[in-house]
């Protein structure tokens, strides 16, 4: 019998860039990795309907669009400038302020390919241990992410080694561009009892509020569109999950129980896409973990490791 998964390598003119492709027979599945920009997923199809998507020309700026991988702060950090074991750091790169989603999301990734009876696997690694990357984040250290295809659907894990001398503060989320399959009629499910109360230019207090009784109780599937989120949710009582009605499909985010937070983005200048983002910590954590225990900022000691997953697993409807 041929061969079930497939993990080539190629050129894609339209992007510009090499490309990894993985691709499944039974179910028929196929996910696009781009390494060279931070080992983002810029597509992931099943079944012939594109689950995750990217816009062309947000990819080439480059900009964040298909599955981009937030480290190591997921999100947005106030001002660029954080606090960690007494001492001021200002999250830079290249000699610019970076506010917004990490440092690694643009980075060139080095990678391999690997199948298997069960799976078909691209794997990759960026190292902070030159001053390009160091200047924002000098906490020397290797992240590594990990793109598995395999029956039950796409799994995204990372696993984060201290290369350094000093415990190192992290947090880890991904980014995906999910696609409205059915326009109007694709649900979101987000069982969470608690959202950040949020500054008007999109920061976390210290405040959580229920979502009970208000329009951010997305515990039961909810339309994915006509109202604008861009919220950081806590407290979740199981795991999200995209619906799509009419094409009897539901996309469950199965994440290990460091993923406590999720971002909820929905807006009207997207109408394709919304991203349901599982995150580590939540939002400018780095900066309010002190005041707020649900933060949940994690920290690694030198030369200990720390690792995750959120497997995306398709079912019927």
């Given amino acids: 019998m041929p061969q079930s998964y497939t993990a080539t390598q190629t050129f894609n003119r339209e992007i510009g860039k090499q490309i990894l492709v993985l691709r499944c027979a039974a179910p028929e599945m196929e996910c696009v990795i781009v390494p060279d920009l931070g080992f983002n997923v810029i597509s992931w199809t099943y079944g012939g309907k594109e689950l995750i998507g990217y816009d062309r020309e947000a990819l080439v700026q480059p900009g964040l669009t298909g599955c981009p991988m937030l480290f190591p702060f997921p999100n947005r950090v106030r001002d660029a400038a954080y606090a960690f074991g007494g001492k001021q750091y200002r999250q830079v790169k290249n000699g610019r302020d970076i506010v917004l989603h990490g440092l690694v999301w643009d980075e060139p990734f080095q990678s391999k390919l690997t199948t298997g009876d069960d799976c078909a696997r691209a794997q990759g690694f960026v190292a902070f241990d030159n001053p390009h990357l160091l200047e924002g984040y000098p906490f020397p250290c290797i992240l590594t992410l990990r793109c598995e295809l395999n029956s039950t659907g796409l799994s995204i894990s990372y696993h984060v080694q201290n290369a350094g001398t000093a415990t190192m503060p992290f947090g880890f989320a991904i980014h995906p561009y999910f696609i409205r399959v059915d326009g109007e009629a694709t649900q979101v499910q987000i069982p969470?009892?608690?959202?950040?109360?949020?500054?008007?230019?999109?920061?976390?207090?210290?405040?959580?509020?229920?979502?009970?009784?208000?329009?951010?109780?997305?515990?039961?599937?909810?339309?994915?569109?006509?109202?604008?989120?861009?919220?950081?949710?806590?407290?979740?009582?199981?795991?999200?999950?995209?619906?799509?009605?009419?094409?009897?499909?539901r996309v469950t985010l199965n994440a290990t129980p460091d993923f406590q937070h999720v971002v909820y983005y929905s807006t009207a200048t997207l109408p394709r896409f919304f991203c349901v983002e599982n995150q580590t910590c939540s939002t400018n954590a780095i900066n309010i973990s002190q005041r707020c225990k649900t933060s949940n900022l994690l920290t690694l000691a030198p030369g200990k490791t720390h690792s995750g997953r959120v497997d995306m697993v398709v079912t019927a409807l």
């Fill in 192 to 249: 969470a009892a608690t959202r950040y109360e949020t500054t008007p230019d999109l920061l976390p207090t210290e405040v959580l509020l229920p979502t009970a009784g208000t329009r951010y109780n997305l515990s039961s599937p909810t339309p994915a569109s006509g109202q604008e989120f861009d919220d950081v949710f806590c407290e979740l009582s199981g795991p999200c999950a995209i619906l799509h009605p009419q094409s009897k499909l």
